[in-house]
Nanobody, 118 residues
Framework: QVQLVESGGGLVQPGGSLRLSCAASGSIFSIYYMGWYRQSPGKQHERVATVSTDGITNYIESVKGRFTISRDIAKNTMYLQMNSLKPEDTAVYYC????????????WGQGTQVTVSS
């Protein structure tokens, strides 16, 4: 059983920055792909960024150049650095751990709210 705990959300003005953290219950990064997803009212659940077991990253087009996904293997923690935030980035952000062979399965964190507003 993998447990994931997100933190770092909050209220920020447009153009500001936040860093989200996802602490895993053990050394899982060599086994599981990791990802950040978001859900906002009236919108579909959206995959924001992923990092493979080999450290290969992928981003949706709308966050490229603004968001950076990373991992600290020693701390069993994944991060999402979010810069130049926009109101449309407002959502609950979730982290997920999944095996490459089963991208629709895996484990989810409880979510952290990010609100971008002036």
């Amino acid at each position: 059983q993998v447990q994931l705990v997100e933190s770092g959300g909050g209220l920020v003005q447009p153009g500001g920055s936040l860093r989200l953290s996802c602490a895993a219950s053990g050394s899982i990064f060599s086994i599981y792909y990791m990802g950040w997803y978001r859900q906002s009212p009236g919108k579909q659940h959206e995959r924001v960024a992923t990092v493979s077991t080999d450290g290969i990253t992928n981003y949706i087009e709308s966050v490229k150049g603004r968001f950076t996904i990373s991992r600290d293997i020693a701390k069993n923690t994944m991060y999402l650095q979010m810069n130049s935030l926009k109101p449309e980035d407002t959502a609950v952000y979730y982290c997920k751990a999944y095996r490459a062979s089963n991208p629709y399965g895996g484990y989810w964190g409880q979510g952290t709210q990010v609100t971008v507003s002036s």
